[in-house]
């Protein structure tokens, strides 16, 4: 059977919906997003990379389109989209606090890669596959990802005088 953008949204809606909103966590919005994830699927399916799975290429478009969604509405957004528990999670308002400065820095690059690693536990491989970057390039970028969120939440060093 030809590969179509038809024959990808009847296949794999459901699949692309149920990413949006685990991401978004509200039905309207991912209703939403999967029509403007097959929107971009359309317009990138020239260039789409035949030796990908189909799968993967949508996963990664709907992952992107979606946290870009949130980026676009509050750091608050990506942080319950990152952390499936944290609205369960209540930690105290100081750490709230530096997890969504934290996360308010990253760029979308590092939000998706967070959330690939991260959220959805997704193995060098796999994200390799998803981001269509080698594995070595994104291991050396999760590991850049990792030292800058350890700097970003260390405490802020003041500097302490002695009297003499």
């Known amino acids: 059977m030809p590969l179509g953008v038809g024959h990808l949204f009847e296949r794999y809606h459901g699949v692309v919906y149920r990413r949006c909103l685990a991401l978004l966590r509200h039905e309207d919005d991912a209703s939403e997003a999967v029509q403007e994830v097959f929107v971009a699927a359309l317009s990138g399916f020239g260039r789409f990379r035949l030796h ?43 750490a709230r606090a530096d997890l969504e400065r934290v996360l308010a820095a990253l760029s979308l690059e590092e939000l998706e890669l967070a959330t690939h690693a991260f959220r959805d536990g997704l193995t060098q491989e796999e994200i390799s596959d998803v981001t269509r970057q080698s594995r070595k390039t994104v291991g050396k970028k999760l590991r850049r990802l990792t030292e800058k969120l350890q700097l970003s939440l260390e405490p802020l060093a003041v500097p302490v005088r002695v009297a003499s």
Do not use: G, M
């Open 52 to 94: 990908a799975a189909p799968l993967t290429w949508l996963y990664a478009i709907a992952t992107r389109h979606c946290l870009q969604q949130l980026r676009n509405k509050s750091s608050r957004d990506v942080k319950h989209a990152l952390f499936v528990d944290a609205a369960e999670a209540h930690p105290d308002l100081a």
